[in-house]
């Protein structure tokens, strides 16, 4: 039978006991067969990892451990306090609340539309300005067509030169 935890992935939580006493961060995995949790940048442990195959690389990894559940409290994100599980029946629904403030700890999920590629470059198209000035591009265009003209005509002199020495030398 797998135990339950008070806290869930992404809550926020303070560490009570061990080395990192007093640190907070957010649950990134919880573990309730083991009844404990990983929390980012806290309990980091060095792991030696053997490179398996020529490209990947060895050495020291730094990677977060688990720290058991007891040992961390919730941080409540209306009050900003560390704080104590309790739960109440809302519209027939099991919710976690603050046993400080009474806020709810479970976070509301807004259902977010899935839409198509094309209705979103629809949108990006309706969003651009129409309006657009053309008074700097003419000045612009006429003078890099002039260079581009001196360079090919550069280009077929030189070639020209070229063909007639090796026409001479082959004589």
Do not use: F, W, Y
């Not at 559940?69 to 609340?97: F, L, M, Y």
């Not at 002039?146 to 002199?157: G, I, L, N, P």
Request: proline share 3%; hydrophobic share 30%; charged share 35%.
């Amino acid at each position: 039978m797998a135990n339950k935890l008070h806290v869930k992935k992404g809550d926020n939580v303070v560490v009570l006991a061990g080395k990192d006493k007093g640190k907070t961060g957010k649950i990134l995995t919880a573990i309730p067969s083991d009844n404990a949790v990983i929390v980012k940048g806290v309990n980091i442990i060095t792991k030696h990892q053997k490179p398996k195959s020529q490209q990947d690389k060895g050495g020291l990894l730094k990677k977060e451990g688990k720290i058991d559940a007891s040992n961390v409290q919730i941080i409540c994100p209306v009050c900003g306090k560390a704080t104590r599980v309790a739960h109440e029946v809302i519209d027939g629904k099991k919710h976690r609340v603050c046993k400080k403030c009474h806020a709810s700890l479970d976070s509301v999920k807004k259902p977010v539309k899935k839409t198509t590629k094309k209705v979103e470059k629809e949108v990006a198209k309706e969003a651009e300005p129409k309006t657009v000035k053309k008074t700097a591009t003419k000045s612009t265009t006429k003078k890099t067509s002039a260079t581009a003209e001196k360079k090919t005509v550069a280009k077929k002199a030189t070639t020209q030169k070229k063909v007639v020495k090796n026409n001479g030398g082959d004589r």
